[in-house]
T-cell receptor, first 111, second 112 residues
Framework: SQQGEEDPQALSIQEGENATMNCSYK?????LQWYRQNSGRGLVHLIL???NEREKHSGRLRVTLDTSKKSSSLLITASRAADTASYFC???????????WGAGTKLIIKP | NAGVTQTPKFRVLKTGQSMTLLCAQD?????MYWYRQDPGMGLRLIHY???????AKGEVPDGYNVSRLKKQNFLLGLESAAPSQTSVYFC???????????FGDGTRLSIL
C-alpha cells in the first residue's frame, strides 16, 4: 500500500524557474523524507523533516511539512537541467523498520 | 568510498531459473533492505534485515528469499523465476530508526 502520494505525477518547467512538488500521506508520522532518482540510478536522499518541524532548507531545496493536513512540499528554486529526475517522498508510518514510498513526481527541466 | 554495491547490473532469466542478487555496503549500517521498482509505482519492500543473521518479510515477499550472513552483505534469491518478477531491484542500507537510506544503482532483471 502507498502512504505517500506525490502531486503532480509529472512536471515540465523552464530552466531557472522554481519547481514545487507535493506529497500527501494518510497516517501519523515521525518523519518524512524526500529522495531524488536520476534515470537509471538509485535513489539519493535529499532531506529528512521531523514531525515537529515545519520547514527545512538545504541549498536550493526547501521542504515544508503540515501535519494537520498530512502533507509536505518540496520546492526547488532556480532550477537547473541537472535537476531533471524523479522525486519521491517516503514516510515512516508503518514501523521503525520500514518506509512507505509514493509513486514519485517526474521533473523535467527544459534548457 | 563505494557505498552500496549491487551485482549484477543486468540479467535475463528464463521462467523457472534461479539466481541470487548480491548487495554489499561499506558504511557499517545495521539495516539493509531489498526493494523492487515497477513503472508508475513507488518502491515496494520485499525483505529487510535489522542486523546480521536476522531477516524479515516486507510488503511483497512471495517468491523471494534472503540471507544476511555477514553485516555488510544482503543476498536476495529467486528460487523459480516468474515473468511477474521482471523489475528493477534496489538494495539499500541505513542506520537504525528510519534514518536516511543509501541505495545501490539497481539490478535490472527480465524474466522471459
Amino acid at each position: 500500500s502507498q502512504q505517500g502520494e506525490e502531486d503532480p505525477q509529472a512536471l515540465s518547467i523552464q530552466e531557472g524557474e522554481n519547481a514545487t512538488m507535493n506529497c500527501s500521506y494518510k497516517t501519523s508520522i515521525n518523519n518524512l523524507q524526500w529522495y531524488r532518482q536520476n534515470s537509471g540510478r538509485g535513489l539519493v536522499h535529499l532531506i529528512l523533516i521531523r514531525s515537529n518541524e515545519r520547514e527545512k532548507h538545504s541549498g536550493r531545496l526547501r521542504v515544508t511539512l503540515d501535519t494537520s493536513k498530512k502533507s509536505s512540499s518540496l520546492l526547488i528554486t532556480a532550477s537547473r537541467a541537472a535537476d531533471t529526475a524523479s522525486y519521491f517522498c517516503a514516510t515512516d508510518a508503518a514501523s521503525n523498520y520500514q518506509l512507505i514510498w509514493g509513486a514519485g513526481t517526474k521533473l523535467i527541466i527544459k534548457p | 568510498n563505494a557505498g552500496v554495491t549491487q551485482t549484477p547490473k543486468f540479467r535475463v532469466l528464463k521462467t523457472g531459473q534461479s539466481m541470487t542478487l548480491l548487495c554489499a555496503q561499506d558504511m557499517n549500517h545495521e539495516y539493509m533492505y531489498w526493494y523492487r521498482q515497477d513503472p508508475g509505482m513507488g518502491l515496494r519492500l520485499i525483505h529487510y534485515s535489522v542486523g546480521e543473521g536476522t531477516t524479515a518479510k516486507g510488503e511483497v515477499p512471495d517468491g523471494y528469499n534472503v540471507s544476511r550472513l555477514k553485516k555488510q552483505n544482503f543476498l536476495l534469491g529467486l528460487e523459480s523465476a516468474a515473468p511477474s518478477q521482471t523489475s528493477v531491484y534496489f538494495c539499500a542500507s541505513s542506520y537504525p530508526g528510519n534514518q536516511p537510506q543509501h541505495f545501490g544503482d539497481g539490478t535490472r532483471l527480465s524474466i522471459l
